[in-house]
Antibody
Framework: EVQLVDSGGGLVQPGGSLRLSCATS????????MSWVRQAPRKGLEWVAD????????YHGNSVKGRFTISRDNAKNSLFLQMNSLRVEDTAVYYC?????????????WGQGTLVTVSS | SYELSQPPSVSVSPGQTASITCSGD??????VCWYQQKPGQSPVLVIY???KRPSGIPERFSGSNSGNTATLTISGTHVMDEADYYC???????FGGGTKLTVL
């Protein structure tokens, strides 16, 4: 069974940092692109970043570029999101997401999400 | 930046057909996915590559995409289909704002 378990969320002050983790199991992690997607309270979905199977390519959304960094550890089947210079508007549930291997296949598995609250 | 527009809400009676639209410039030239999200739960992929259903998604869910509009159609809508639905252009991973489907 495919499982994605998000962790690392919490309350942080504006300007602070946080590192999210996603532990995966049930599939060959190293064979998949992975993403982070976030959802602000009572708002829609926003793609944050993604990373290629071997970590050689990374892409970040404009709203987080220069502040957030996606990474992965294939030996530990884990995905990470380092978030620096956090802003109030970064408050959201952050989901670890697997990208389907099917062409244009979408995000086929989602973690349960971890809540990040940026507030003074 | 590219934007996708969805109606904020759609209502349908049980057993009837629900149609949720997603509009964007030349959207028909882009691959579209649809996600269902129920309250307190993570999203679930229900349509990819415009028209394909992942394993386990009921046949009553179907999709189309042409011109500037993609459409998610739910035939014979069940009460359990009540949820928020989001479209997404897969090539640039932009999401629509979401549509709340009410079944009553």
């Amino acid at each position: 069974e495919v499982q994605l378990v998000d962790s690392g969320g919490g309350l942080v002050q504006p300007g602070g940092s946080l590192r999210l983790s996603c532990a995966t199991s049930g599939f060959m992690f190293s064979a998949y692109w992975m993403s982070w997607v976030r959802q602000a309270p009572r708002k829609g979905l926003e793609w944050v970043a993604d990373i290629k199977q071997d970590g050689s390519e990374k892409y970040h959304g404009n709203s987080v570029k220069g502040r957030f960094t996606i990474s992965r550890d294939n030996a530990k089947n884990s995905l990470f999101l380092q978030m620096n210079s956090l802003r109030v508007e970064d408050t959201a549930v952050y989901y670890c997401v697997r990208e389907s291997v099917a062409p244009w296949g979408g995000f086929d598995y989602w973690g349960q999400g971890t809540l990040v609250t940026v507030s003074s | 930046s590219y934007e996708l527009s969805q109606p904020p809400s759609v209502s349908v009676s049980p057993g009837q057909t629900a149609s949720i639209t997603c509009s964007g410039d030349k959207l028909g030239d882009k691959p579209v996915c649809w996600y269902q999200q129920k309250p307190g739960q993570s999203p679930v992929l229900v349509i990819y590559q415009d028209t394909k259903r992942p394993s386990g998604i009921p046949e009553r869910f179907s999709g189309s995409n042409s011109g500037n509009t993609a459409t998610l159609t739910i035939s014979g809508t069940h009460v359990m289909d009540e949820a928020d639905y989001y479209c997404q252009t897969w090539d640039i991973k932009v999401f629509g704002g979401g549509t709340k489907l009410t079944v009553l």
